[in-house]
């Protein structure tokens, strides 16, 4: 199609076109509320995504919030543990210095051991209160870099 035949099929249209304007201007509404419409559609489908990944955010953020409160009650107990300890290790250090009965510097090294296997609890408790729990399905995956690491240690290759 040459540039004069379009020139001569733009003429015949136009003057349909400037013939029937209100033909042409309903068209175009009816174009243009569709385009609107569409659009908003899409928009609200974005609104509604952002709103999803809000609510996910704010969800993590208050299991994160539970986790660190329920990491600062370990971490107290630690601290209580540990200062138990610290007071029987004094009692301890006082009777071996003053050659007490071994009797009862066996009693006393028997009540350190439960602190520290308390203070071990503790620890293992903050730990796991701080450490993102795995799905069960992860947890067990050779994907997962600490089950490689656990079945490293626990089945060394030869």
């Known amino acids: ?6 020139i001569e099929i733009a003429k015949d249209e136009w003057s349909v076109l400037s013939g029937s304007p209100f033909l042409v201007l309903a068209i175009a509404a009816v174009v243009g509320s569709l385009i609107w419409w569409l659009k908003g559609s899409i928009d609200d489908g974005e609104i509604k995504g952002l709103k999803a990944q809000l609510d996910a955010l704010k969800t993590q953020l208050d299991v994160r ?5 329920l990491a600062d009650e370990r971490r107290g107990d630690i601290q209580k543990t540990a200062e138990r300890l610290t007071g029987q290790l004094d009692v301890l250090t006082a009777q071996v210095q003053q050659q ?8 006393t090294a028997g009540i350190i051991q439960s602190t520290t296997t308390a203070l071990t609890n503790a620890n293992t408790a903050l730990h796991d209160a701080l450490r993102p729990k795995l799905l069960e399905s992860e947890e067990f995956s050779s994907d997962n870099p600490d089950f ?3 079945a490293s240690l626990t089945h060394p290759s030869t």
Do not use: S, T, V
């Not at 199609?1 to 379009?6: G, S």
């Not at 919030?65 to 409160?69: P, Q």
């Not at 007490?100 to 009693?107: H, L, N, Q, V, Y």
């Open 1 to 6: 199609m040459e540039i004069k035949d379009f």
């Open 65 to 69: 919030d539970e986790r660190m409160r």
């Open 100 to 107: 007490a009965a071994p009797a009862e510097i066996e009693r």
């Open 148 to 150: 490689r690491r656990r």
